[in-house]
């Protein structure tokens, strides 16, 4: 099924997911975790709550640059699962068919350009959420880079 641009950008007015958005997300951690009929780049976190102190899950794309493993917020860095990263000092989950767990890293402002063009090439459900096309020079993702978090996906240290 694939949705028009217009409706996924009401979906997450104000930067938070609505209720259709909640609803579709729910399905798409669901699938993603399963890794069934979904691209190896999907992934579904899991992190504590920061306010509840409950496990939750969403869906997100991973992206590889370098030979690294990075995720993005394509909300920007008003995101819950942002701030619930921060608060729990970068442990979470990442499963896909198994759980891995994982500490990720926020990545600085002036590293962030080549990893926010690659994550855009790979997940096109993110684009409308950006002020700038996927084929725009270095330049204009250095320009949005502070909006846009960047976690390096490391493993975690038991």
């Known amino acids: 099924m ?3 641009r ?8 104000g930067g938070r ?3 259709l958005a909640r609803v579709l997300n729910r399905i798409a951690a669901a699938q993603h975790s399963s890794g069934f009929l979904a691209p190896p ?8 709550g920061r ?8 869906p997100l794309v991973m992206t590889i640059h370098d030979g690294e493993r990075y995720v993005v917020s394509m909300l920007g860095r ?11 000092d970068g442990a979470a989950t ?3 068919g198994r759980r891995e767990p994982v500490r990720l890293v926020e990545v600085d402002v002036a590293e962030r350009a080549p990893i926010l063009r690659e994550y ?5 459900g993110a684009r409308p959420h950006f002020p700038i096309d996927r084929h725009s020079s270095l330049a204009g993702f250095t320009a949005i880079a502070p909006e846009y978090p960047v976690f390096l996906i490391r493993a975690a240290v038991p």
């Open 2 to 4: 694939t949705i028009p």
């Open 6 to 13: 217009s409706w996924r950008t009401r979906m997450y007015r």
């Open 94 to 96: 990442l499963r896909r």
């Open 41 to 48: 780049a999907w992934v579904t976190l899991e992190v504590v």
């Open 17 to 19: 997911p609505g209720r």
């Open 51 to 58: 306010r509840s102190g409950r496990t939750v899950a969403f």
């Open 120 to 124: 855009l090439a790979k997940a096109p």
């Open 78 to 88: 008003r995101a819950n699962w942002v701030a619930n990263i921060r608060a729990a």
